[in-house]
């Protein structure tokens, strides 16, 4: 059940920003074994003035084409899953973008099923 947020600078095109949103639903679906159809993303643009990064923290050296990818979902995910959704994410960016793999930072936020609701004002995933 993950809600993706997806940030980076203003300036690329709409069928860039669809292309990450379709990579990033694609690993969930493959990887984190979300369910088909679970589709929750807000892909948002930002000025170059009020998008902050560490232009090399860890040692990575990253560009104004940076981007965030952020993932709330349920917290019942390995950490075999979680690296292969990393690589799988930046893998195929890269190789539908050439957007370079320094240039991605993802990040997992853990909830439990009774942090959800889909709608009407219910948990949804508790029965």
Same mark, same amino acid.
């Given at each position: 059940?993950?809600?993706?947020?997806?940030?980076?600078?203003?300036?690329?095109?709409?069928?860039?920003?669809?292309?990450?949103?379709?990579?990033? /639903?694609s690993a969930? +679906?493959?990887? @984190?074994?979300a369910?088909? $159809?679970? *589709?929750f993303?807000v892909?948002?643009?930002?000025?170059?003035?009020?998008?902050?990064y560490?232009?090399n923290?860890?040692?990575?050296?990253?560009?104004?084409?940076?981007?965030?990818?952020?993932?709330?979902?349920?917290g019942?995910?390995?950490?075999?899953?979680k690296?292969?959704? /990393?690589?799988?994410? +930046?893998?195929? @960016?890269?190789?539908?973008? $050439?957007? *370079?793999?320094?240039?991605?930072?993802?990040?997992?936020?853990?909830?439990?099923?009774?942090?959800?609701?889909?709608?009407?004002?219910?948990?949804?995933?508790?029965?």
């Amino acid at each position: 059940m993950p809600l993706a947020r997806i940030d980076l600078i203003k300036g690329k095109s709409a069928e860039y920003r669809k292309t990450i949103g379709d990579v990033v /639903y694609s690993a969930m +679906v493959e990887i @984190l074994q979300a369910p088909p $159809g679970d *589709r929750f993303q807000v892909i948002a643009e930002h000025e170059a003035t009020d998008f902050h990064y560490d232009p090399n923290f860890f040692g990575i050296d990253r560009s104004a084409d940076e981007i965030f990818i952020q993932l709330t979902l349920v917290g019942n995910r390995t950490l075999e899953q979680k690296r292969g959704f /990393y690589k799988k994410v +930046v893998d195929d @960016l890269n190789e539908k973008l $050439g957007l *370079r793999r320094e240039d991605v930072l993802i990040n997992l936020v853990s909830t439990t099923i009774e942090d959800w609701s889909f709608g009407n004002g219910v948990a949804s995933l508790i029965r």
